[in-house]
């Protein structure tokens, strides 16, 4: 075993092998990455169980930092209950028969009855849906902070907005329930990762050079996290947490 990467419930763990430790340590670095050091040749399943019970220690911390979702309560999967798409509230209307899950019509979400796992169905309607639109979206933005090209996937990240990788933008799905000038704030700020990891000063010099009124959006952001929903319902707790 050596120094490698792990996925727990989300979060991708850099774990660090340190043959001076006795026991386990998780440390959240200023970036929001996760790292756990180790003692030498312990195996993946007890740090995972490790990280499993830091979740929510995890989840404290990293809504002190900037680049995280608030952590809400789940969902209901019933009439009524509101769900956000780019800035605009769905009610919730459970539907006998649909081709489909999950479809938006007529201003309603309507989810089918008896879908096995609605949190899923509805992640997956929100990935579905604004795949397209957030690559569409993306290109300009792209273009302007100087990383052309770059691909944008659209997937779970836990508690984080956005995460990069060589030519490669994820950007979680949770973030389609902002509205669209949000949507663009969390774009630009990814992207400029790309050229600094970090968020010294030239990291923001860099932001307000592309979106001179990142401030107010980040405000804004703040208070619109407050209204997202990161994929749990509770009649499945355990759910996309
Ligand atoms: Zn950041």
Redo the contacts with the bound molecule.
Sequence with gaps: MTDRLLDVGGFQVAVKERPARTTMEITIER??SLFVAVPAGTPDDPVRDFVDRKQDWIHRKLIEK??FLPVLPPREIVDGEGFMYLGRSYRLLLVDDQEVPVKLMRGRLCLRRGTADPAAAIRAWYRATGTGWLRRRMKPWADRVGVPGVEVVVRDLGYRW?SQSPGRLNIHWATLQLPPSLVDYVLV??L??THRAD?GPK?WTRVERTMPDYRDRQERLKRAGAGIWLGRVTAHPRLGG
Excluded: S, V
């Design positions: 970036d929001g900037a680049d956005g700020h990814e400029t990762h968020h990291f």
